[in-house]
C-alpha cells in the first residue's frame, strides 16, 4: 500500500513550457484534489475530483486543467507554466462520505516541487 | 465551512504537554474539527478530529468545548519531531474533497 504517489517531486521549467503533474492512490480512494502552497501559506485548492469522469474547480484553478479517467488516476497539467506557477503541489484522497456524518481522512502526497523561469 | 483562529506560533518544551487551542465559534452541527500538521517541506499529515465528544488517538488527545465554539489539541508528551505548523480545520464531511487551510500555528519544541 504505497497511499498517494506524486511525480515528479522537482521540475524547473522555462515559461510557457507544458508539463503535467502525476497523481496516483492505491486506497481506491473516490475523491481526489490538488492543492498549491506558496511559500508561508497555507494550500490553497486548484481542482478535485468526485469519482472517475467527474471534475471541478476549486480555489485556484487558473492556468491547469485536470481529467480522472481511472479511480487511481489524477494527473494535474499546467497548459502553458508562469513563473506566478512556481509553488510546491500537493494531491490528496480520501473516501466519500454517504451518510453526511462520518469523518474521513484525508491523505496527502509528499508533494512536487515546481520552479518556473 | 466554518472560520478558524488560530494563534500564529507557540512554543513547547520537550518531553511536556503541548495544547494548541483552536477557536471555531461559528461551526454548525454536521460540522466535524479536524486537525492536522504538517512538517517542513512534507505533505500535512492527519491528526485527528472529533465532532462532539473528546477524542484520543496514539498522536494526540481532541478536547472540544460543550458549545463547541473551540477546541485544543493536546500533543501529550512533544518531542522535537513535533516541530512543525499544526493546522485546525472545520468542515462538513460531505465536502470531503475540500479542505480551507489557514495560516495555522507553527509549533517549535526545544529541547
Known amino acids: 500500500n504505497a497511499g498517494v504517489t506524486q511525480t515528479p517531486k522537482f521540475q524547473v521549467l522555462k515559461t510557457g513550457q507544458s508539463m503535467t503533474l502525476q497523481c496516483a492512490q492505491d486506497?481506491?480512494?473516490?475523491?481526489m484534489s490538488w492543492y498549491r502552497q506558496d511559500p508561508g501559506m497555507g494550500l490553497r485548492l486548484i481542482h478535485y475530483?468526485?469519482?472517475?469522469?467527474?471534475?471541478d474547480q476549486g480555489e485556484v484553478p487558473n492556468g491547469y486543467n485536470v481529467s480522472r479517467s481511472t479511480t487511481e488516476d489524477f494527473p494535474l497539467r499546467l497548459l502553458s507554466a508562469a513563473p506566478s506557477q512556481t509553488s510546491v503541489y500537493f494531491c490528496a484522497s480520501s473516501y466519500s462520505t454517504t451518510d453526511g456524518f462520518s469523518g474521513n481522512t484525508i491523505y496527502f502526497g509528499e508533494g512536487s516541487w515546481l520552479t518556473v523561469v | 465551512d466554518a472560520k478558524t483562529t488560530q494563534p500564529t506560533s507557540m512554543d513547547c518544551a520537550e518531553g511536556r504537554a503541548a495544547n494548541l487551542p483552536c477557536n471555531h465559534s461559528t461551526i454548525s452541527g454536521n460540522e466535524y474539527v479536524y486537525w492536522y500538521r504538517q512538517i517542513h517541506s512534507q505533505g500535512p499529515q492527519y491528526i485527528i478530529h472529533g465532532l462532539k465528544n473528546n477524542e484520543t488517538n496514539e498522536m494526540a488527545s481532541l478536547i472540544i468545548t460543550e458549545d463547541r465554539k473551540s477546541s485544543t489539541l493536546i500533543l501529550p508528551h512533544a518531542t522535537l519531531r513535533d516541530t512543525a505548523v499544526y493546522y485546525c480545520i472545520v468542515r462538513v464531511a460531505v465536502n470531503d474533497y475540500k479542505l480551507s487551510f489557514g495560516a495555522g500555528t507553527t509549533v517549535t519544541v526545544r529541547a
Open positions: 475530483s468526485v469519482g472517475a469522469g467527474i471534475t
Open positions: 486506497m481506491n480512494h473516490e475523491y
